[in-house]
């Protein structure tokens, strides 16, 4: 069972009721209730909460953290943020969605401005699946089809990717990095693009699936501990010309 906290702003679900009409109970608990299918222990965060509901405790018992943010990427507390990082860091799994790359955790993690082209203009999106091998592809086929989504459009101003898994493309002409994943300390971050508060697109079956795989790909990893600092030699060192021998 992984440990899944799915964290939302949660504003345009109270401010603008197209948005309301779509996510009713909110995107987050859209998306929790089709990671619950996978019988994870699945919760939610909002930023109104307390500490954005991102206390320690609930961090420490986080395995993978779902991120999904817009208008409100300047009201996360700095504090927050470098805890959630150093979470990260420490083998917290991180997957940010849609509008997310703007986020301060994002930027943080990545060390660039994460800037992009945009335009809302109900276009079909065709979503290629560029490395069918990838544990996130599984279950896919050559594509995912979204009938109507916000275009984003490249330079994609992020660090190349450790993992290219999908490209999109629009049908304005665009093309866009859509499916990234990185590594950084000993956390692994998979960066999904569709997901605009506008349109249903966590209802579709494969971008589900998508974020279902990619849970399971970033879920924390038994590793050795790295050791740093002053470091004894294991074996006796011989050395220097004028018969020194350490």
Known sequence: M????????????????????????????????????????????????????????????????????????????????????QRVLDGMGLIVLHSGHFSKIFKALMGTSCDLKWREADEKERIWIVDPGHPIAEGLGEYIELEKEE????????????????????????????????????????????????YPTYYHKDVQQVIKNAVNWAKPADLPVPVYGNAKPLERIRVSQEGVEN
């Not at 330079?155 to 993992?163: L, Q, T, V």
């Not at 950084?184 to 960066?191: A, L, P, S």
């Open 2 to 85: 992984i440990n899944v906290l799915v964290w939302n702003e949660n504003r345009h679900e109270q401010r603008d009721e197209k948005v309301k009409s779509v996510y009713p109970d909110g995107i987050h608990r859209a998306i929790a209730d089709f990671l619950k299918e996978e019988d994870h222990k699945v919760k939610t965060a909002t930023l109104d909460e307390p500490q954005h509901g991102l206390s320690d405790a609930v961090l420490q018992e986080t395995d993978v953290l779902v991120w999904w943010g817009h208008l409100a990427h300047g009201e996360v507390e700095d504090a927050t943020v470098e805890k959630v990082k």
């Open 151 to 198: 275009m984003y459009g490249e330079h994609f101003d992020i660090p190349a990717p450790d993992e290219l898994v999908m490209v999109s493309w629009f049908e304005g002409g665009e093309v866009f990095r859509s499916g990234c994943t990185y590594r950084r300390g000993k956390g692994k971050i998979f960066y999904f693009r569709p997901g605009h508060e506008t």
